[in-house]
Structures are given as C-alpha cells and as structure tokens.
T-cell receptor, first 114, second 116 residues
Framework: SQQGEEDPQALSIQEGENATMNCSYK?????LQWYRQNSGRGLVHLIL?????REKHSGRLRVTLDTSKKSSSLLITASRAADTASYFC??????????????FGKGTKLSVIP | KAGVTQTPRYLIKTRGQQVTLSCSPI?????VSWYQQTPGQGLQFLFE???????NKGNFPGRFSGRQFSNSRSEMNVSTLELGDSALYLC???????????????FGSGTRLTVV
C-alpha cells in the first residue's frame, strides 16, 4: 500500500526556478525521507527529517514536516538541469524489532529545462 | 568508500525459471533491505535482514526469499518466475544498530529483471 503520496505527479520548470513537491501520508511516522532517482537507476538519499523536527536544510534543499497535517514538502532552490529526476518521499514503519520498512509514494517527476 | 553493489545489472529469464540476485552492502552496514519497483505498483518492500536474520517481510508470496551471510552480503531468490516479476530490484543498506535509530538507506543501482 502507498503511505506517502506526492503531488504533483509531474513538474516542469525552467533552470534557475524553484521546485516544490509535496507529500502526504496516512499514519504516524518516526521519520520521513526524500529520495531522488535518475531514470532507471538506484535511489539517492537526499534528506531525513525526524518526527520531532519541523524544518531541515541541506544545500539547495529545504524540507518541512507538519505532523498535524501528515504532510511534508521538498523545496529545491535555483534548480539545475541536473536536478531532472523523480523524487520520492518515504515514511518508515518500525516493526519494533529495530527494523524499519519504508513505504514510498509514487513520486514526482521533475523536469528542469535549460 | 564503496557503495552498495548489486549484481547482475540486467537479467533476462524465462517464465518458470528461478533467479538469484546479489547485494554487497557498504562496509560496516549490517542491515540490508530489498525493494521491488514496477511502473504499476511503485516501490514495495520485500524484506530486511540484520545479522543474518530476517527481521521484517513485506507482502510478497513465498516464491520470494532471501538470506544474509556473515559478511552482511545478501541474496534474494525468486522461484517459478512470472511475467509480473519483471521489475527493478533494489537493495539498500543501512547503519542500523538494532537500537531503533534510523539513519537512512544507501541504495544500490538495482538489478533489472525481465521475465519473458
């Protein structure tokens, strides 16, 4: 089942513009993460935000988390053509044995036009 | 340091055959998880291993199995392949310590399995 649902499904912007992607989820979480996937390749971990954090920055990335609304957003500032990829949010469900199982959304396909 | 290595990168198999995929985690990472990615279902959790023990399993039939060796390397096996098993299979390793703190995954480039 899909826990995180990204919005929009696809986004096309000009280089230099900001890109914002949103993610909604259904159940309580420990952490929320964002990953990037270039076409047909593996996932690259971008940022992890814990349930007691509200905002986190990493370079040109800014992630917010609103646990009351069960939503998160990923902002990429000053986008570059190399940012073209699919972006996924993932929430974790702890099995209680120290094991984490990630549930991914369907992803947002970002195209940055040079 | 070396990343997560998955072999082979591409694989074509016939329906009914079985297949074994391999994953070598980042040195020092003891947790290895497997995910299946298809256009229709997206990314779905298969199973997770820690110190040679399966700690968690997703909602997949028994044809999907895995194991982890003492050096943390992991294999997953799919028996009696079906057309619907065609997917990108991703392995991820994590610096899990068993204490419940999660540090995120490092994914491999995946094995693309095509069943014909």
């Amino acid at each position: 089942s899909q826990q995180g649902e990204e919005d929009p499904q696809a986004l096309s912007i000009q280089e230099g513009e900001n890109a914002t992607m949103n993610c909604s989820y259904k159940t309580s979480i420990n952490n929320l993460q964002w990953y990037r996937q270039n076409s047909g390749r593996g996932l690259v971990h971008l940022i992890l935000i814990r349930s007691n954090e509200r905002e986190k920055h990493s370079g040109r990335l800014r992630v917010t988390l609103d646990t009351s609304k069960k939503s998160s957003s990923l902002l990429i500032t000053a986008s570059r053509a190399a940012d073209t990829a699919s972006y996924f949010c993932a929430t974790d469900e702890s099995s209680g044995a120290g094991s984490y199982q990630l549930t991914f959304g369907k992803g947002t396909k970002l195209s940055v036009i040079p | 340091k070396a990343g997560v290595t998955q072999t082979p990168r591409y694989l074509i198999k016939t329906r009914g055959q079985q297949v074994t995929l391999s994953c070598s985690p980042i040195s020092g990472h003891r947790s290895v998880s497997w995910y299946q990615q298809t256009p229709g279902q997206g990314l779905q959790f298969l199973f997770e291993y820690f110190s040679e023990t399966q700690r968690n399993k997703g909602n997949f039939p028994g044809r999907f199995s895995g194991r982890q060796f003492s050096n943390s390397r992991s294999e997953m096996n799919v028996s009696t392949l079906e057309l619907g098993d065609s997917a990108l299979y991703l392995c991820a390793s994590s610096l899990a310590t068993g204490t419940g703190v999660f540090y995120g995954y490092t994914f491999g480039s995946g094995t693309r399995l095509t069943v014909v």
